[in-house]
Each structure stands twice: as C-alpha cells, then as structure tokens.
C-alpha cells in the first residue's frame, strides 16, 4: 500500500491513501486521522487501509481525487525519532578521504549511526531555506524505513518483522560544519538541518521483489538542476536494514514512528555517478587532483527519484529549490 500526508493545517498533517500508479488518492477518514496514529495503532489501522487501498486501485472509491504531491507534506512531518546511518562502505571510504579522518578499525564490523532531529521534516516540493551559502550546502539521496515499536535486543533475524513503511530521502547537509562537529565527538546539529522526503511512503511488497536481504535494490536518480550526477543503487549497502535495526536496539527500544536512513546511497562503479556533493567532489580530488563541482548556491535545484525498472517511480519525486532564509 501507498501513503501521503496532505498539509491540513495542522502539524502532522491529514494520512492520505495513494493509488499504486499515483494518480488517484483518497483520504484515510474513519481510520487514522494522521500516519504516526496509524504507525501507533498498525495492527488495527493497516488492515482498514488495505481494503481501502485496493478499492482504490480497482477504481471503486467514488470520493477519490486526482493524487496532488504539491499538497504533500512528509509522510511523517515529524517523528518520534530520526536515525541515519552511513551503511554504503564506498561513501565512508570516499568521506574519510574528504575529511582526512584517521584510520577506523571497526568500519566494516559496527555500523555508523547519529541519531538528528525529527521535529521539522520537509515535504518533497517545499523551498528549503538556508542561513549562508558559505555553510557549503551540499543534500545526501538514501533510502530509510518506519518502523513499528521495536524491543530492545532484537535481533537481526527479526528485525525486519518491525519494518512497516519504506521511504524516499534528501538529507541535506552543511558541510562547512561537519568537521568541526565531528571533532567535538557530540554528534550532529548545526550540519544537519530539516531533512526531506519524497512524497509517498510504501509498504515492502509494493516494491517487491526490489525490497531483498532488507535493502531497498533500486536506482536512485539523482539531478542538480536538471544535469544528472547520480543513479546509484541501494542493492549495495554493507550493513542491512536488519544490522542497523538490531545495532540500534542493542540498547535501548524504539518507539512506533521512528524512521531509519541507510545514509548516502553510493556505488563502487564510478558509472553510477554519486548521492551527494562532497563524493563528487573527493572524486574529482582523487581523479583531478582538485575540486572543482560547487556545492549548491540559492536558486539551486536537486530532483531525486528511485525508480524501478519499469521507469515509474514508487514514491513519487523530491524536487526542491535553495532559498536563503
């Protein structure tokens, strides 16, 4: 099943269902006023929207309307937790270069997560607003699931049995802040500001069989605007969904809601081009001897959209212009 939350005027929004082909969407009345009541209460609400969701796509719900991404907020405008990984071992590899970081004997043995803020999500065609062009704007693809309430100490094996939603994700990033942050050994804030979604969160089957081995295995479109720099794929990533779950809840539970990004989607082929800035441009050092890609100026644009091979596009388009606050 698809979902979307439509801005109502409140802050989390109204849950919509979407049509499988997105173009027709009804709202979820009667059965969850917003995606975290549905998140909250799965067990009853999931099975409703499932009846309400092939009525839909067999073109039986007479109160359905033309599905309108411009009303769309993020499918969680905000979350009880935001969790992002770095679980692509080819962009560590390339961000350590980058950031002359030194030498991490678990790299490929203990996934890297922070844990950022979730209050201020943004939908996937809203301006994103920035202090400072100098803060070296730079926006990461990925992928990222919703989960249920998870235990602590749930095992990989499990893991995926919390995964309810599966998203689309741009989160954008401050790079002139990064190194600094990451010395104080705190984690991020000022690096990290409101990340982005695409339109549409879907259940796994939706995508099946491109949900595999708790991966998203789909490429991820990636233009800065209009010229395309990015079609990595998620097949790649080193530590699955179901690692990142359980290294997650080794100690501590997670509440219904809590979202999970992979981190930046990246491929050892350089064909595939790159997710994000700073891997182009430590390419481009490491190829060219110098930098020579910008990071992204007011006025910008950066469009991303997984798409499966069929061409159409599961969870709809992020597409998003720089603006100065």
């Not at 995926?160 to 190194?179: E, K, M, T």
Request: charged share 25%.
């Amino acid at each position: 099943m698809k979902l979307a939350t439509y801005h109502d005027g409140t802050r989390d929004g109204q849950l919509w269902i979407v049509s499988r082909d997105l173009k027709r969407a009804l709202p979820a009345t009667g059965i969850a006023a917003s995606m975290l009541a549905a998140l909250e209460d799965w067990d009853k609400a999931a099975p409703l929207l499932a009846l309400a969701y092939d009525r839909l796509n067999a073109g039986d719900e007479p109160f359905a309307t033309p599905f309108t991404p411009e009303r769309c907020l993020a499918p969680l405008p905000r979350a009880p937790q935001w969790l992002d990984a770095s679980a692509f071992l080819n962009h560590g590899r390339l961000m350590d270069k980058a950031f002359n970081n030194p030498p991490n004997p678990d790299f490929e043995t203990i996934p890297l997560v922070y844990q950022g803020a979730s209050d201020d999500f943004r939908g996937p065609l809203a301006p994103v607003e920035f202090p400072d062009e100098a803060l070296c704007i730079d926006m990461e693809g990925e992928f990222g699931v919703i989960l249920s309430d998870v235990p602590m100490g749930t095992s990989a094996e499990k893991a995926l049995d919390h995964v309810r939603l599966l998203v689309q994700i741009n989160d954008w990033s401050l790079r002139a802040a990064g190194p600094r942050e990451m010395r104080a050994g705190f984690g991020f804030l000022q690096a990290k500001p409101s990340t982005s979604f695409a339109p549409v969160a879907v259940t796994p089957d939706e995508i099946a069989p491109h949900w595999h081995d708790g991966r998203v295995n789909l490429q991820l479109f990636v233009e800065i605007n209009g010229r395309e720099v990015g079609r990595a794929n998620g097949r790649e990533m080193h530590f699955s969904f179901a690692e990142l779950i359980a290294h997650c809840t080794k100690t501590r539970r997670l509440t219904a809601g809590t979202i999970l990004g992979s981190g930046t989607v990246s491929n050892e082929d350089r064909a595939a081009g790159s997710s994000c800035i700073s891997e182009i441009r430590v390419i481009e050092m490491l190829d060219e001897g110098a930098a020579r890609t910008p990071f992204l100026s007011f006025g910008d644009k950066v469009r991303l959209e997984a798409r499966l091979p069929d061409g159409s596009s599961p969870f709809g388009i992020i597409d998003q212009q720089v603006v100065k606050a």
